[in-house]
């Protein structure tokens, strides 16, 4: 079966953000097997959400196929081990690019002379790094340390799959999920008083 998103043929500066796939045989894929080449050049592949169970067989979740300068950025990807390289780089022309802040339950796989620029990517990520990862929610835990404050800052990476500013903690956080938004208090405090000689009124309550 095709990808959930394919763009090819000579296409270029693709924007695919904030997208969740579930259970879906492929998910991304910037290129093909084309005769135009480039079959695809640069463009952002940023905070999407790929979650496949165990028993969904599949394929890839992200692959850059013959796509130079290409990002891929702040993705999370949990595929329950039906595939072993969640994100792949494939062919020659997949190069000039930028691989990181991705977190995932596999490896990222270097296929056919594809490279990238790799950075602060986590792989082999367990379950538990997840809200309810076996429902396909892939917001981050608390106890997902490796990926909390562990990222790399982006310039082409301001929010989250949320649309939440990062980052909330010290560093940007691995993965489309920017977990900690800090809780604020605040206090709105003054005195009311009499126009007619300036007396001040106590006992008086604000409501929302």
């Not at 301001?158 to 489309?176: S, V």
Request: proline share 3%; glycine share 14%.
């Amino acid at each position: 079966m095709g990808p959930g998103v394919l763009v090819w043929r000579g296409s270029r500066d693709t924007l695919v953000e904030g997208n969740s796939f579930v259970n879906c045989a492929r998910g991304i894929m910037l290129g093909a097997d084309d005769t135009i080449s480039p079959s695809h050049s640069g463009g952002i592949v940023r905070n999407n959400f790929f979650f496949r169970s165990a028993a969904q067989p599949g394929d890839v979740g992200i692959i850059l196929s013959d796509s130079p300068n290409t990002q891929v950025i702040n993705n999370t990807l949990v595929v329950s081990g039906s595939y072993g390289t969640p994100i792949e780089l494939r062919y020659p022309g997949t190069s000039g690019g930028l691989v990181a802040n991705n977190l995932l339950d596999g490896t990222i796989g270097i296929r056919d002379g594809g490279s990238a620029t790799q950075s602060h990517n986590y792989v082999g990520a367990a379950s538990t790094m997840f809200v309810n990862a076996a429902s396909g929610d892939l917001h981050l835990s608390a106890s997902a340390l490796g990926a909390i404050d562990q990222g790399a800052t982006l310039a082409n990476v301001t929010d989250d799959w949320d649309g939440e500013l990062r980052p909330q903690g010290n560093a940007y956080d691995i993965g489309a999920d920017e977990r900690g938004a800090a809780s604020i208090g605040y206090q709105i405090r003054g005195r009311v008083i009499k126009t007619s000689d300036g007396a001040v009124v106590s006992g008086v309550f604000f409501d929302r």
